[in-house]
């Protein structure tokens, strides 16, 4: 991954908390867009209105990443957390691929379960990313979006922006302990900004090939590639202070 292009990331793009229906509507339309049409993961049929959601984002917490210029939605994710409203439930990856989990491993790790979160349905719009007839990359090269060349070479940068607006998710919450089911090359992209997961079970054929990862949040600050540390900053400070920072 380059990383030449984040000093300029932050005058193109801004992240918001997704903390309004409106806005929660915009990354279910991400969702939908990339889930549904571009990859079938989940049938079409089900969300009529073109807004892919379920049963854990009532109590989740979302961010976007928008343009600032058209103020266009460009990406999206959510935090999980174990324990909300009072209750403890399975976490999605608990739920959907219980079997490939090393139970062991997890149970080494000593956690405690208000202090537990998954990071979920990252998704960046299709209008930010794929070329004109490129069907199969989810994080791949951008489509010229009628932007000038700079910002063109930021947008491979949305994916990550996602990240760590839901790190800073976890961190704004004192949920620090993160888990993550992933497609093995999220990790490996992720690992070559210095932030390192750790694989805690087996891959599984879940909406294609994805295995559950977890860090804690201290150790992702703390890794973080440098020129991504001011980025991270940023984005924390435009999560706290809300979507008008």
């Known amino acids: 991954m380059d990383l030449s292009s984040v000093s300029d990331f932050n005058r193109f793009f801004r992240v918001i908390p997704a903390d309004?229906?409106?806005?929660?509507?915009?990354?279910?339309?991400?969702?939908?867009?990339?889930?549904?049409?571009?990859?079938?993961?989940?049938?079409?049929?089900r969300f009529p209105d073109q807004c892919e959601r379920d049963d854990y984002d009532d109590t989740a917490l979302h961010a976007?990443?928008?343009?600032?210029?058209?103020?266009?939605?460009?990406?999206?994710?959510?935090?999980?957390?174990?324990?909300?409203?009072?209750?403890?439930?399975?976490?999605?990856?608990?739920?959907?691929?219980?079997?490939?989990?090393d139970?062991?491993?997890?149970?080494?790790?000593?956690?405690?379960?208000?202090?537990?979160?998954?990071?979920?349905r990252l998704a960046v719009d299709p209008s930010f990313r794929r070329r004109v007839g490129e069907q199969q990359t989810r994080f791949g090269s951008p489509q010229q979006f009628g932007l000038s060349p700079t910002e063109v070479r930021t947008l491979p940068l949305i994916a990550v922006s996602a990240y760590l607006a839901a790190t800073a998710l976890t961190d704004l919450s004192a949920r620090r302990n993160?888990?993550?089911?992933?497609?093995?090359?999220?990790?490996?992209?992720?690992?070559?900004?210095?932030?390192?997961?750790?694989?805690v079970g087996e891959a599984i054929e879940y909406h294609g090939l994805r295995a559950p990862y977890f860090i804690r949040t201290q150790d992702a600050l703390e890794s973080m590639a440098p020129q991504l540390r001011g980025l991270y900053r940023e984005i924390y400070r435009q999560l706290a202070d809300g979507p008008e920072a």
């Open 178 to 199: 993160v888990f993550a089911m992933m497609e093995p090359f999220l990790p490996r992209l992720l690992g070559r900004a210095g932030i390192h997961f750790a694989q």
């Open 20 to 45: 309004a229906p409106d806005r929660r509507d915009a990354a279910y339309r991400i969702r939908y867009r990339v889930y549904c049409r571009e990859f079938g993961y989940e049938p079409s049929d």
């Open 103 to 120: 139970h062991e491993k997890i149970g080494r790790l000593a956690l405690a379960r208000d202090e537990v979160c998954e990071i979920s």
């Open 64 to 101: 976007l990443v928008v343009h600032r210029a058209s103020d266009a939605p460009a990406g999206c994710v959510r935090l999980v957390p174990a324990v909300a409203d009072g209750a403890d439930r399975p976490l999605p990856f608990e739920h959907h691929c219980g079997e490939c989990i």
